[in-house]
């Protein structure tokens, strides 16, 4: 297989309308085609009505001046249409050469628009001491995927797992595991409880908090202990470590499962930044950027006020000499900028904390760590609600542990597929619904915009119809199976082959694929390629309903075979840019 872009036919046919506007009416040269898929034609031009003004004409004339200038091009036919449109078909030989093209090319012909920009995201960061739950989810979901398409599309992507493994909560949790010595650490459990370790913490969090805040002699005495553990008390930060570890692995339990591409040389925790801190906020106040107010050192916001006119500060220095997560976050941006060499940052958090960033960001382009050829994006998302539209709890009211969800979906998946094939190999069945489930949970939080909420409802999401991960899987999966039945037959494209309705829709939407994927780095939403790997599929089915593979005479066989094997390839790579396993059988 080669390695070469094979330009999409929509970016050939809007090249052929510019150069034809460009020829037409010079004085509009560069002006946009305003080219898109059409249901009257393969594709349809608006430019002569957005143009029409600016030329002084009808939209009609300067549509007509424009198939005039066409030319030699990709276009097999334009015509006139309505108050001004162009209707564009193009040859079926072309449209096959474009699927030969692509399934000889590894990269399904896709380019690498993004070649070399360093691009640092941060996702997922947990809490130290505390179970992942389903607010942990979209932004481990969304990061993952984000970094899977834009490394594809030739970014050098710098994953940062921004952990909260510091500051006050950190005193208080050391501090009463001191004080409870039947609390003892060993290999990864705590002494007479048979749970993990990391759920022992959580719990052990909630108690100390519960102390914390009713028991000043308590309260204090965990104060001396982060100032212990900020000093570097061997014995606090022996303790710290630990924790840290035992944390980190129930992590990667999470991740290994969701197969999220995050490793431990990804995680830099708030720890990190510590010994950045104070030559951070040197440098801001030396460019006069951080001021004192109150007894603090803040920054005022050139860009927000608060309700009551005055600007918004952003916490630098807390009175009483400590640091916050604010200060994390800006260390956090200089050294990215500064040491990282970044070009492009990407923070994957909930939109909840959009003042935070937007407070963030704008002290830091004041500080010169951002630049306009250094952008930095909140890429924020909404909330998970159950299915009665409330944010998503336990019976209850709890928090539900990740863990836990994807336990749920599986067992779901397991049901419905057992029911499926109730044939099935146990083994083959324990294997399908793990894949499955966790692909269901995976899809239904990236085929939503991530800017909505969106209701995790587990019975819908592990439905073989509708637009679920599982359709897609069992698509890719029909698929293949298809492709063993042909066994080793000769797959290859014969451009002379006339094009078929249900085949022309199908090519045409392969030949989407590098465009989709620009559009989900440009936009940082994943579901737009899930809403494109839906209709492929869709238009799949409709094309093997209506297009007899296996029987039909050469060549139109091997013609349909070779978009069997496209379909499955695009189907098995977009799921894998999303995530998502795109298994042989289920």
Excluded at 32 to 54: G, I
Excluded at 88 to 110: F, H, K, M, Y
Excluded at 397 to 415: C, E, F, K, Q, S
């Amino acid at each position: 297989m080669t390695n070469h872009e094979v330009p999409p036919l929509l970016g050939q046919i809007a090249h052929a309308v510019s150069g034809a506007i460009d020829r037409a009416r010079p004085e509009l040269a560069g002006a946009a085609p305003v080219v898109r898929r059409s249901e009257h034609a393969d594709f349809q031009s608006n430019a002569a009505l957005a143009l029409a003004k600016r030329a002084r004409t009808a939209p009609r004339g300067l549509a007509a001046e424009l198939i005039a200038h066409l030319g030699d091009s990709a276009i097999g036919a334009a015509e006139l249409s309505g108050p001004g449109f162009l209707n564009l078909t193009v040859p079926d030989e072309a449209i096959w050469r474009q699927v030969s093209s692509r399934l000889n090319d590894a990269r399904l012909g896709v380019g690498v628009p993004n070649a070399g920009q360093r691009t640092v995201i941060d996702y997922s960061g947990p809490n130290i001491a505390k179970e992942m739950h389903v607010g942990h989810l979209r932004t481990t979901i969304i990061g993952d995927s984000l970094a899977r398409v834009l490394e594809f599309l030739g970014a050098e992507v710098v994953r940062q797992n921004h952990l909260g493994d510091w500051g006050t909560q950190f005193g208080m949790l050391i501090q009463y595991l001191g004080e409870h010595p039947e609390l003892t650490w060993h290999h990864g459990e705590v002494t007479g409880r048979s749970t993990s370790a990391v759920s022992v913490l959580d719990a052990v969090y909630k108690a100390a908090r519960r102390q914390f805040d009713a028991d000043p002699d308590f309260a204090d005495r965990s104060r001396a202990r982060v100032v212990a553990l900020q000093s570097g008390d061997a014995a606090t930060l022996a303790m710290w470590r630990e924790i840290v570890a035992e944390s980190e692995k129930a992590f990667r339990d999470i991740y290994d499962r969701l197969d999220v591409l995050i490793t431990p040389e990804d995680s830099v925790g708030e720890s990190f930044y510590n010994h950045l801190l104070d030559g951070t906020v040197t440098e801001l106040v030396d460019a006069g950027i951080a001021v004192e107010s109150e007894g603090a050192l803040v920054i005022f916001s050139e860009e927000v006020t608060g309700p009551d006119g005055e600007p918004v500060p952003l916490m630098v220095r807390k009175r009483d000499g400590g640091y916050g997560y604010d200060t994390t976050d800006l260390a956090a941006v200089r050294y990215r900028t500064g040491e990282l060499n970044a070009e492009r940052l990407l923070y994957v958090t909930d939109s909840r904390q959009a003042l935070h960033f937007r407070l963030i960001f704008e002290a830091a382009r004041r500080a010169g760590w951002l630049t306009d050829d250094v952008p930095a994006e909140h890429v924020a998302f909404g909330t998970v609600r159950g299915p009665d539209g409330r944010p998503f709890k336990t019976r209850e009211g709890g928090t539900v542990r990740l863990m836990a969800l994807l336990d749920d979906a599986v067992t779901r998946a397991r049901a419905v597929v057992a029911e499926k094939d109730p044939d099935l190999d146990p083994a083959e069945l324990t294997r399908i619904a793990e894949v499955a489930g966790v692909g269901a949970v995976k899809y239904a939080d990236l085929s939503t915009s991530r800017v909505k909420d969106y209701l995790l409802d587990v019975d819908r999401m592990v439905s073989f119809t509708g637009n679920t991960g599982v359709y897609l899987q069992y698509a890719h999966t029909r698929i293949r199976s298809i492709l063993r039945k042909a066994g080793n037959a000769e797959v290859s494209v014969d451009p002379r082959v006339r094009l078929e309705p249900a085949e022309r829709a199908l090519t045409l939407g392969l030949d989407d694929y590098g465009t989709t994927l620009a559009e989900v780095s440009d936009t940082l939403e994943p579901h737009h390629l899930c809403a494109y790997l839906y209709a492929l599929a869709r238009d799949f089915t409709t094309f093997y309903e209506t297009c007899p593979v296996l029987t039909a005479d050469e060549p139109v066989r091997r013609n349909r075979l070779a978009l069997c094997r496209l379909t499955a390839r695009t189907l098995e790579h977009g799921l894998g840019l999303l995530g998502i396993t795109a298994p042989e059988r289920m």
